[in-house]
């Protein structure tokens, strides 16, 4: 990579200013040197067109779904809250998109859980195709993992999971709109990067958090203040 010329790069999450003021809330607001909104017009003009050119409708009904999440909107902004949980909202876009059949990629961990939402899914009119991550029980070794690098190390042939097949499961069922539902990290990725339907997540997993990471970012202050300590990655630690 050329160094010299590295583009300057956006870092909204580090944004000074408060979001009143901000240049990307209302014209003539704020932004830093790095601000995409202030800096990044051609950009911007070519994310626009390729959302109205090729995701017109998926992004109109994304954002009346948005907006339909919050009550009182008539009570001005600082009085409007929220309204439904992401199940819910899940189901309503798909409606909207008029999407009939679902696809489910869950992690077998959450196979109870993934039972639940496909009966919700299944009672509110969505044909459903639902695939675990073990799908296929492909032995871990096919990918070069050592039986120490296993969960059980005790495991003579431990499943790998498998997101690349869970999604052509997918792809080959002809689904509209995919689920995500508790998939690790990395392997959702894979999930996303195989699916030919759009992917929406339902839930990440965080196995200490109940599924929660944003726990330890709420409690970055207190309990976990360590994070904000470089990580020790030593290869193979998962202590
Ligand atoms: S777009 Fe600009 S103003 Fe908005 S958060 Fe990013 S840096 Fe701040």
């Excluded at 209302?26 to 830093?32: A, F, S």
């Excluded at 809250?81 to 992690?107: D, N, S, T, V």
């Excluded at 059980?152 to 995919?178: H, K, W, Y």
């Excluded at 929660?212 to 994070?227: D, G």
Aim: glycine content about 8%.
């Amino acid at each position: 990579m050329d160094t010299n010329h590295a583009p300057v790069l956006p870092d909204c999450a580090a944004c000074p200013f408060d979001w009143p003021a901000r240049a990307c809330r209302k014209p003539g607001g704020q932004g830093p040197k790095n601000c995409p909104t202030l800096t990044g017009n051609t950009l911007a003009q070519e994310a626009l067109l390729a959302t109205v050119r090729d995701n017109a409708e998926f992004a109109r009904q994304a954002s009346v779904q948005e907006a339909s999440g919050y009550g009182d909107r008539d009570r001005g902004y600082d009085r409007v809250r929220p309204l439904k949980p992401r199940i819910q909202e899940l189901m309503e876009f798909a409606g909207r998109m008029k999407y009939q059949r679902l696809g489910l990629a869950f992690c077998i961990g959450l196979r109870l859980e993934a039972a639940v939402v496909r009966e919700i899914l299944t009672v509110n009119g969505f044909e459903m195709l639902s695939a675990c991550c073990k799908v296929g029980r492909v032995p871990k070794s096919a990918i070069a993992i050592d039986r120490e690098d296993q969960v059980d190390p005790a495991s003579e042939n431990e499943t790998m999971c498998n997101p690349v097949f869970q999604a052509i499961l997918c792809n080959e069922g002809r689904t509209e709109l995919n689920v995500l539902l508790g998939l690790c990290v990395g392997h959702d990725s894979l999930f996303i990067k195989y699916s030919q339907a759009p992917v929406t997540v339902l839930a990440v997993k965080d196995r200490l958090l109940g599924h929660n990471p944003l726990a330890a970012i709420y409690q970055h202050a207190s309990y976990w203040r360590c994070l904000k300590q470089p990580l020790d990655r030593t290869p193979g630690d998962e202590s």
